[in-house]
């Protein structure tokens, strides 16, 4: 039969045989924030404070006339906070996601690039993770020089659960 496909070459890949993650980092920690939670990555410039706040909030800013609350992930799992988040006109990294009808900014130190990884490849969280990291974890891929650890944003952008923490 001519002019029909061959099917030498295997199965096709199936899309939803993979997971698809943006990758930022905290520290020396790589984290995946499944893709179809992120609406923009985008570098900050002005933050205003929110009086009272948790320290997680680090304010609230102005992305394309949409008020956001804007989260630093660093304090969010416990890490320590460097200087230049208390400098409010400093640039910050954030990412940007949708949380029960409300905008959120992440604030990160880095974003890498988009991976997709098989779903197989998935693994449940390491019993010696960090509590606080635990709780906001979905579970980890071993990447070859290192730990991908997949973020549940729900819980991140829970603000209630770290209320009664």
Same mark, same amino acid.
């Given at each position: 039969?001519?002019?029909?496909?061959?099917?030498?070459?295997?199965?096709?890949?199936?899309?939803?045989?993979?997971?698809?993650?943006?990758?930022?980092?905290?520290?020396?920690?790589? +984290?995946? %924030?499944?893709?179809? #939670?992120? #609406?923009?990555?985008?570098?900050?410039?002005?933050?205003?404070?929110?009086?009272? &706040?948790?320290?997680?909030?680090?304010?609230?800013?102005?992305?394309?006339?949409?008020?956001?609350?804007?989260?630093? %992930?660093?304090?969010?799992?416990?890490?320590?906070?460097?200087?230049? +988040?208390?400098?409010?006109?400093?640039?910050?990294?954030?990412?940007?996601?949708?949380?029960?009808?409300?905008?959120?900014? +992440?604030?990160?130190?880095?974003?890498?690039?988009?991976?997709?990884?098989?779903?197989?490849?998935?693994?449940? +969280?390491?019993?010696?993770?960090?509590?606080?990291? &635990?709780?906001?974890?979905?579970?980890?891929?071993?990447?070859?020089?290192?730990?991908?650890?997949?973020?549940?944003?729900?819980?991140?952008?829970? %603000?209630?659960?770290?209320?009664?923490?």
């Amino acid at each position: 039969m001519t002019g029909s496909p061959s099917h030498d070459q295997g199965p096709a890949p199936h899309f939803a045989d993979s997971l698809d993650y943006v990758t930022v980092r905290i520290g020396g920690q790589l +984290l995946g %924030l499944p893709i179809e #939670r992120v #609406r923009d990555v985008f570098i900050t410039h002005r933050i205003t404070l929110v009086p009272g &706040a948790p320290p997680d909030i680090v304010g609230l800013l102005n992305l394309r006339g949409r008020i956001v609350t804007a989260i630093c %992930l660093r304090s969010r799992l416990g890490c320590p906070v460097p200087e230049t +988040l208390d400098q409010r006109h400093a640039e910050l990294t954030a990412i940007g996601l949708d949380h029960r009808g409300e905008a959120y900014a +992440l604030i990160v130190d880095a974003v890498g690039e988009v991976v997709r990884l098989d779903r197989s490849t998935l693994e449940p +969280l390491p019993v010696n993770l960090d509590r606080t990291w &635990a709780a906001l974890a979905g579970g980890v891929h071993r990447l070859p020089h290192e730990l991908l650890v997949i973020l549940d944003l729900d819980a991140v952008l829970d %603000l209630d659960l770290q209320a009664a923490a």
